[in-house]
């Protein structure tokens, strides 16, 4: 089955300084790739996404890039807010199933 | 309007217990699931639902049983709780494969 690795499971920065997440998959038919935020005690919300046929997507201070060959897929997120402190999940989707990475930690220092 | 919900929020029951936790979605999809996220925040998918009909199940005890009634409901009956159940337990819901999953709030159930 597939098996989804996120590195790194905690990351603190400053107010400003842009945070990267990294996942890496291990099912070649995995064709779909969301990144949930979930901020404490509430639900995991879809933030961005990426499909297997396009290489990399940009909204605002966020944007995916996904490398299909090496089955490894980045969040990059710029000029962060204290607001955008929560815990990251990648997730990849293949038929009926979505494998959910353990979750990155991240904390904005004002 | 909520688009995807859970009844209880919250749920404390006594080990041996046998409980439910209802979810619907108005959003008029076709596939749902059942997560469980631990005390590490992992989210692990349990069931998947499409169109009424069992996709996914993994690995879940046999105490667990999924009940879809319907497209709109997927329901989730666990028997004989245990102390390892206590979590958080997430309903979701998606218009088809490979597209967003919508979650609902949670139910966190605590087995003492």
């Known amino acids: 089955g597939e098996n989804v690795e996120q590195h790194p499971s905690t990351l603190s920065v400053q107010e400003g300084d842009s945070a990267v997440i990294k996942c890496t998959y291990s099912d070649s038919a995995s064709n779909y790739f969301p990144w949930y935020k979930q901020e404490l005690g509430k639900r995991p919300q879809l933030i961005i996404d990426?499909?297997?046929?396009?290489g990399e997507k940009k909204d605002q201070r966020i944007a995916v890039t996904l490398n299909k060959t090496a089955k490894h897929f980045s969040l990059h997120i710029t000029e962060t807010q204290p607001e955008d402190s929560a815990v990251y999940f990648c997730?990849?989707?293949?038929?009926?199933?979505?494998?959910f990475g353990d979750g990155t930690t991240l904390t904005v220092k004002p | 309007d909520t688009a995807v919900s859970q009844t209880p929020k919250y749920l404390v029951t006594q080990m041996g217990n046998d409980k439910s936790i209802k979810c619907e979605q108005n959003?008029?999809?076709?596939?749902m699931y059942w997560y469980k996220q631990d005390s590490k925040k992992f989210l692990k998918i349990m069931f998947s639902y499409n169109n009424k009909e069992l996709i996914i199940n993994e690995t879940v005890p046999n105490r667990f049983s999924p009940k879809s009634p319907d497209k709109a409901h997927l329901n989730l009956h666990i028997n004989s709780l245990e102390l390892g159940d206590s979590a958080v337990y997430f309903c979701?819901?998606?218009?088809?494969?490979?597209?967003?999953?919508?979650f609902g709030q949670g139910t966190r159930l605590t087995v003492v």
């Open positions: 979701a819901s998606s218009q088809a494969w490979g597209t967003e999953a919508f």
């Open positions: 997730a990849a989707r293949t038929t009926g199933k979505s494998t």
């Open positions: 959003l008029g999809h076709d596939t």
């Open positions: 990426i499909r297997s046929n396009v």
